[in-house]
């Protein structure tokens, strides 16, 4: 079996989303501490729906593919979905990724996570501490 899933190398080499986003209402930029990749989300929102995404990835192919893929599912979706969307999501809309990869779909969550925190940050929304993990401590990507 290939180490990596059509949809994997699709989205790596095709991705989807790619670029910024002027204004953008919340900015996520989070980064791997072990492999040195850095990832940034930009979104747009009306009304509580993620009207526009944008990534900027500098990492790996299983980062790009990853960001390209979360962008995919969160966009046009509302702000309570976006929260809820799981690295594990991730994987399993790419049709898996090698284990040792696993921690470049962790990258994608808490880019998302950290846009949607700028968000509520800007416009003064309340929001639930627990709904995001301090990074640093979280032993998610960097513990791996
Ligand atoms: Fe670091 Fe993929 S190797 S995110």
């Keep these: 079996m290939a180490l990596y899933s059509e949809k994997v190398m699709d989205h790596f080499r095709n991705p989807r989303n790619v670029g910024t986003i002027e204004n953008a209402d919340g900015i996520g930029e989070v980064g791997n501490a072990k492999c040195g990749d850095i ?3 930009y979104l747009k929102i009306d009304n509580d729906i ?3 995404v944008k990534f900027e990835t500098f990492g790996c192919g299983s980062a790009i593919a990853s960001s390209s893929m979360a962008t995919e599912l969160i966009k046009g979706k509302p702000v309570s979905e976006a929260l809820a969307l799981t690295n594990k999501a991730v994987v399993e809309a790419l049709d898996g ?3 040792h990869k696993i921690h470049c779909s962790v990258l994608a969550e808490e880019a998302i996570k950290s846009a949607l ?3 509520y940050d800007k416009n003064g929304i309340a929001y639930d501490k627990k709904d995001f993990p301090d990074c640093e401590s979280c032993g998610h990507c960097c513990g791996e």
């Design 50 to 52: 993620i009207s526009d």
């Design 97 to 99: 990724l090698p284990a």
């Design 117 to 119: 925190k700028d968000y």
């Design 39 to 41: 990832m940034k989300i």
